[in-house]
């Protein structure tokens, strides 16, 4: 669930602004009106919010905003493609940074996600998470990328594990890092690899027989025609 989202630097949004789904606990009168205690102890949220103002006050590029770090969170970029960020063009910010921040709510914990940026490189990137019924909110990962594109990732406790692999793993992830990619996105499709990987093995135990496409394509679907005449190779193995 939702918490915030906080937006500086991009279309219209020059300075940090924040839009929160934090309600009033002390308004007694509308508690029905709250997810109490949603967001932690004493953090209860609007289970729904309306945005309003004049013409030209931001409101669709809020949309748009969060429209913008979804597409680069959920399908990534290529690796000779910019960053299609658009600053705050009414002043030199144009030069600056451009930050995303959400936090919200996911199985009882609380996290923090976001991520510095320009049109070449994402500059910093961290996840936090503050367990649910505690206080402190500790570090899954931070990343930064420096000026000559070298991406370091330093990762929390909880995330690396105890296992030497778990870490030689997500040091794997972080090499294959580009510049211009999240690491969660990357983390998310290696992680994804690394499971496919294990499905493909427990079905040749099983012989099953098992296709894999990548972009998406039902061919299950295309194999039920009977004048098709494709034919389908390993490109290279799982």
């Known amino acids: 669930m939702l918490v915030q989202v906080t937006i500086e630097n991009f279309l219209s949004f020059r300075e940090a602004t924040t839009f929160s789904m934090l309600g009033n606990s002390s308004d007694r009168n509308h508690a029905s009106h709250l ?3 949603a967001a932690g102890k004493g953090r209860s949220l609007l289970p729904i919010s309306a ?13 748009k905003a969060i429209g913008f770090a979804k597409d680069l969170i959920v399908e990534g970029t290529r ?21 995303f921040e959400f936090i919200f709510t996911y199985q009882d914990n ?18 936090y998470v503050t367990p649910a019924g505690k206080k402190r909110e500790v570090p899954l990962f ?18 690396k594990g105890r296992s030497k692999i778990q870490e030689q793993f ?22 994804g690899e690394k499971n496919i990987s294990a499905i493909c093995r427990e079905g040749r135990q099983k012989k099953y027989r098992l296709g894999i496409s990548n972009p998406c394509f039902e061919v299950w679907l295309y194999l039920h025609f009977d004048d098709n005449e494709v034919s389908f190779k390993l490109q290279k193995p799982v």
């Not at 609380?110 to 996840?127: C, D, M, P, R, V």
């Open 35 to 37: 997810a109490i205690d």
């Open 51 to 63: 945005i309003y103002g004049a013409n030209a006050a931001g409101k669709s590029n809020l949309i």
């Open 110 to 127: 609380l996290y923090s996600y976001g991520f510095k940026l320009n049109a070449t490189q994402i500059i910093e990137e961290w996840l």
């Open 142 to 159: 931070e990343r930064t990328t420096s000026d000559n594109k070298e991406t370091k990732v330093e990762y929390g406790a909880s995330l």
């Open 170 to 191: 997500l040091n794997f992830i972080a090499r294959g890092t580009r510049p211009n990619q999240l690491f969660l996105t990357e983390a998310v499709d290696r992680w």
């Open 79 to 99: 690796s000779s493609q910019s960053i299609l960020v658009s600053p705050f063009k009414l002043s030199d910010n144009s030069k600056k940074p451009s930050k």
